[in-house]
């Protein structure tokens, strides 16, 4: 009896700490910036299929209601989507495979751009700088901790643009609850290369 109280306590600890460790990262370098037009990237994962894949999919969708969730004080119709990811090893590429999903199995309609040139997170950001120039404010969508590695990647390519970085939708209470431990230990060992003053909670 003992022992399975022991595990029971010891899995609800894990479950809690992977909530609250992706609920963190989620909240590191983004401001609360206002203006009249936003950026939405949302970054590729390796898809060697030619449909979107499960981790592709969901991001498609949390980057689709980082734009309906936007401030009231920024209009929808100037917020853009831009699917970044590079060849997928089946023809296509990663963000042509979220852009077609996003299209005709979610019915998104608004503005959409194509980077389909990056093979890592560095070239995302890279790439993507002249397609975020322009605009207000800047939302990175993925996984939260390598959500949270782009924007640092931002912040030292061009720290006049990560300025401008705020929250995404790319965190909720619960989703993917079983394997936020898993995350946020996979999380932990690929966020090794970020500086300490690149995990400090933005107030």
């Not at 894949?53 to 969730?69: E, H, K, M």
């Not at 901790?145 to 640092?152: G, I, V």
């Not at 965190?171 to 609850?177: F, Q």
């Amino acid at each position: 009896m003992r022992r399975a109280t022991g595990l029971a306590t010891a899995a609800v600890a894990a479950l809690a700490w992977g909530e609250w460790l992706n609920w963190r990262w989620s909240r590191v370098l983004v401001g609360d910036r206002a203006g009249t037009s936003t950026a939405v990237v949302v970054l590729g994962y390796r898809n060697p299929r030619p449909t979107a894949n499960l981790i592709n999919r969901w991001r498609v969708r949390a980057g689709l209601r980082s734009v309906t969730d936007t401030d009231a004080d920024v209009d929808a119709g100037e917020t853009r989507v831009i699917f970044s990811g590079g060849e997928n090893g089946a023809g296509g590429t990663e963000a042509q495979l979220m852009a077609d999903y996003a299209r005709s199995v979610l019915a998104f309609d608004g503005t959409v751009v194509l980077e389909d040139r990056s093979t890592t997170t560095w070239e995302n950001i890279t790439n993507v700088i002249p397609l975020i120039e322009d605009v207000d404010r800047i939302k990175i969508v993925s996984q939260p901790a390598h959500a949270l590695k782009a924007r640092a990647y931002l912040r030292r390519q061009r720290p006049d643009l990560a300025a401008k970085l705020v929250r995404a939708e790319d965190y909720r209470v619960g989703e993917w609850l079983l394997v936020k431990p898993l995350l946020a230990l996979y999380g932990l060992w690929t966020l090794r290369v970020l500086e300490s003053d690149e995990r400090t909670v933005s107030s």
